[in-house]
């Protein structure tokens, strides 16, 4: 067999009422040499029994039971105990199109891509999709191009989130997820992009991504904030390789998070409140340097929302 072995993570928590959908749309894809490794995270729920029966009846499937950690440390278990050239996670309340990984790997060898990716769907709980596809338009883009996208309007989120993806295994050797962090992928994504050659994107919706109402970053929650030193970690690397464009944008970045955070932090949580005001005006005082910036709408915007 020609096919390489493709490792698909499925990080599990929770999740017995989606589990079943998420599985089976990952064993009946038309691409057919995958490992399949279930990671159970210490569910309270039937996940783990879930999990073991599709064993029995797949002999791809890998199923690990561990303690809690989180999604980052489900994550870092599968990579660990993975034995595919190629590597590709689904989050196990989400499902994906029959056809999603043979057109991502055909991609990525036709293009000669370390990473193959798509575009999703949002899809609401009990929503009837189809699968019909629309035509195909394929995009390629060098590492330097796909960093750029970080910020770009379109792309951003299809290029940071980490489950529309095939990564070929060896951007991995040295990149794992932070434990403990909600925006995990903010993470690591410039590490993973920096080890690329050439990424290949396509037009074609092949991920469903489930909108739930208790979903974690479906409200705004205290423990986001992490998201802040990832993008703090990102300037600073840009800074230390001379990308002084992608400076300029993360930087732009920041501070737009940094106010995002400001107007959506309640009143009534005050420590919290003035430590994302000090934020405020660090990122604004950096953002100040920036000699190809006009500042002076932003300064005015920034300001009410500190004096709010």
């Known amino acids: 067999m020609n096919d390489k072995l493709i490792s698909v993570i499925v990080p599990i928590y929770m999740v017995e009422n989606y589990l079943n959908k998420c599985v089976d749309s990952i064993i009946n894809q038309t691409y057919n040499n995958l490992e399949i490794i279930l990671v159970d995270d210490g569910s309270k729920d039937s996940c783990a029994s879930i999990c073991d ?68 769907l949002k899809v609401s709980e009990n929503e009837n999709v189809s699968y019909t596809l629309e035509k195909e338009t394929i995009r390629t883009f060098t590492n330097l191009e796909a960093l750029n996208n970080l910020y770009d309007n379109d792309l951003d989120v299809k ?11 060896k951007l991995w050797d040295n990149v794992r997820y932070p434990k403990g962090k909600i925006h995990e992928d903010e993470y690591v ?15 074609l919706k092949l991920y469903y991504y489930l909108q739930r109402e208790s979903s974690i970053t479906s409200v705004f929650n205290y423990k986001r904030l992490d998201a802040l030193n990832a993008l703090k970690e990102r300037i600073e690397i840009f800074k230390k390789e001379n990308m002084n464009q992608l400076f300029e944008l993360a930087s732009y970045k920041y501070f737009y998070t940094v106010l995002f955070f400001s107007k959506n932090i309640q009143k009534k949580d005050k420590e919290v409140k003035i430590k994302i005001k000090k934020e405020l005006f ?27």
Do not use: Q
């Open 53 to 120: 029966e599709y064993k029995k009846i797949d002999s791809r499937i890998k199923v690990i039971h561990k303690v809690n950690g989180g999604l980052s440390d489900a994550r870092n278990v599968g990579l660990e105990e993975s034995n595919g050239d190629i590597i590709c996670f689904i989050d196990s309340d989400d499902f994906i199109n029959p056809n999603m990984i043979e057109i991502l790997y055909n991609n990525m060898i036709s293009t000669e891509a370390d990473i193959s990716m798509c575009s999703y």
């Open 189 to 203: 994504i410039h590490y993973i992009l920096l080890n690329s050659k050439k990424i290949v994107y396509t037009n």
């Open 282 to 308: 660090l990122a604004l005082k950096n953002i100040y340097k920036l000699k190809t910036i006009k500042i002076i709408k932003k300064i005015k915007l920034t300001l009410i929302y500190i004096v709010n």
């Open 159 to 169: 290029t940071v989130v980490a489950w529309n993806k095939l990564y070929k295994r």
